[in-house]
């Protein structure tokens, strides 16, 4: 592989039967797994993947995602998927995603945040730590709500769900898209069958093998709110916008 700086990394994939649901549409979570995966491979064309990452003691983690889904795309249609940097907020490395249908037209923005974290103690670094060249382009915006903090003030107990051992990643704590398919577990199903135009979530804490997770959910005239604690601390957060 050649290291490159262009600052646009580009990906083209066809999407697979199993990335969609019974209504043959891509499922949240393949989103947010493809744009995890084409985050990490960036930062390898790069220079910067995961064993050099490792090496300096450092792990991106994915801790916020607010994506826009204009049309659904649906199973063996080819996918030409973007991503770059665009700034930083904070402690947050900010990310914006975007992903077009065969013809170019762009059918799904994301704009993600990550954080630069120990590896085995979870410490999260401040940006300056991360001493290596990436290119930003902080002119390239995508058309999304902000990735701030989701209310969750009136939510109701509707479930638990255990972790279980194939939840887990390489960094040993539940995969982040292993959330959003628990989420879409508590929805009742009518809501489920909604098209989502807005979705957000937020990676709160992590949970590990032998965690069981409460699901909670409530609901506004827009949106529907579901969240998850291990114990009293709040777990992962999310919010779903339907089209009208």
Same mark, same amino acid.
């Given at each position: ?122 410490? *999260? %670094?401040?940006?300056? =730590? ?8 902080? &002119? +390239?915006? $995508?058309?999304?709500?902000? @990735? ?29 898209? *292993? %959330?959003?398919?628990? =989420? ?8 489920? &069958? +909604?098209? $989502?135009?807005?979705?957000? @979530? ?43």
């Amino acid at each position: 592989m050649n290291r490159t700086d262009n600052p646009v990394c580009t990906l083209s994939e066809r999407l697979k039967f199993y990335d969609c649901d019974y209504k043959n549409r891509i499922k949240i979570s393949t989103i947010l797994k493809i744009a995890a995966e084409i985050a990490g491979y960036d930062y390898t064309v790069k220079g910067y993947g995961h064993e050099f990452l490792w090496k300096n003691q450092m792990v991106f983690l994915m801790s916020r995602m607010s994506l826009r889904i204009l049309k659904y795309p649906a199973e063996y249609e080819v996918l030409k998927m973007s991503t770059w940097e665009c700034g930083k907020k904070g402690a947050i490395f900010l990310r914006g995603t975007d992903i077009a249908d065969e013809s170019g037209e762009i059918i799904i923005e994301a704009l993600s945040g990550w954080v630069l974290a120990n590896p085995e103690t979870r410490h *999260i %670094y401040k940006p300056s =730590a991360f001493r290596f060249e990436m290119p930003q382009l902080p &002119e +390239k915006t $995508v058309d999304t709500l902000d @990735i701030g903090k989701i209310p969750h003030e009136n939510v109701i107990y509707v479930m638990n769900r255990d972790v279980r051992i194939t939840d887990l990643d390489s960094n040993g704590h539940v995969y982040n898209a *292993i %959330y959003a398919d628990i =989420a879409c577990d508590a929805m009742a199903k009518a809501d489920y &069958e +909604k098209d $989502v135009y807005d979705f957000r @979530i937020n990676f709160v804490s992590e949970a590990k093998l032998g965690d069981r997770i409460d699901i909670f959910s409530g609901e506004s005239e827009k949106a529907v709110v579901i969240i998850g604690k291990v114990g009293e601390k709040v777990c992962f957060e999310t919010e779903y916008t339907f089209k009208n």
